[in-house]
């Protein structure tokens, strides 16, 4: 059994990442995929503890993306895109990309505080930070305003403060989708998107047209198994996967204590079991694209 979608505490998972590597190795995970937000710090730091207790250690990355605005000049939803890189760490040139992204999060960060604290919300972003740690982003404010009472659900927070279209919103510089792909790419890794039952459209029309324009990106494979998708969700991403000649991954998305119901490597209430055959279908698949 493996698990390619996890996050530590790097980004918005509770466990640190040698703790992480240790507990995929009690239970007897064969590989394990850090997937952290925005950042490559969890993957970093896991690195010599995964080859102390020689488990797996898979590179990977979940990026905030923005698909391009639609013609009423909304703002679209945030689309998710992994990226692995199953045979050596990513470039530099890809890392550098992501640090202008997490000082663009600290922007939104500093500005949300002072929009929280112009609605009444006495709130500081040390203390949000604390949570945080090493980079802090909205699950940590709404864990706050939990705590001090504003709200009585983390979906509370989202609703009324924190979501695109709550009182307190920020926008944040997010890369634009078809960018991310390519970045991936350039970075020397695999694109795939992420949990595909969270976009807003989710008919098997609207997912062709959208992976027809991601393929002329450079994307390369969807994440067919998530602990959110039900057999059904499975069955058409990977109908979807076949007929458009995408590579398969997947993960549970374990976060830990910040996700309590989504169990590493089993996923929610047990709904995960995925092999490593995945990983080497993932890694044989980029490899004849390479080699196109």
Known sequence: MIDLHTHT??????????????????????????????TLDGYDIAVPFAAAADLELVCGIELSTRPDPPADGSRPPSVHLLGYF????????????????????????????????SLGVDITLEEVQV??????????????????????????AFDRYLADNASASVEREEPQLMEAVRKVREGGGLPSLAHPVRLPERDRASLEQLLRE?????????????????????????????????????????????????HLGTGKDNNMHTTYVLLENMRRGAAEMSAR
């Open 9 to 38: 505490d790097r980004s918005d998972g509770s466990v640190p990442p040698a703790q992480l590597v240790q507990d995929a190795k009690a239970m007897g995970l064969e590989a394990l995929g850090i997937t952290d937000h925005d």
């Open 86 to 117: 199953l045979n050596e760490p990513a470039s530099p040139g890809f890392r550098q990309w992501i640090r202008g992204h997490q000082e663009s999060r600290r922007e939104r960060n500093r500005k949300l505080i002072a929009k929280l604290n």
């Open 131 to 156: 949570l945080g740690k090493h980079l802090t982003g909205r699950p940590h404010f709404a864990k706050v305003l939990l705590r001090k009472g504003y709200v009585k659900t983390n979906q509370e």
């Open 214 to 262: 991601l393929i002329d990106n450079g994307l390369q494979a969807i994440e067919v198994y998530h602990s959110e998708h039900s057999p059904e969700d499975t069955a058409l991403y990977k109908d979807l996967a076949a007929q458009f000649n995408l590579i398969e991954t997947g993960g549970t998305d374990f976060h830990g204590e910040n996700k309590p119901s989504i």
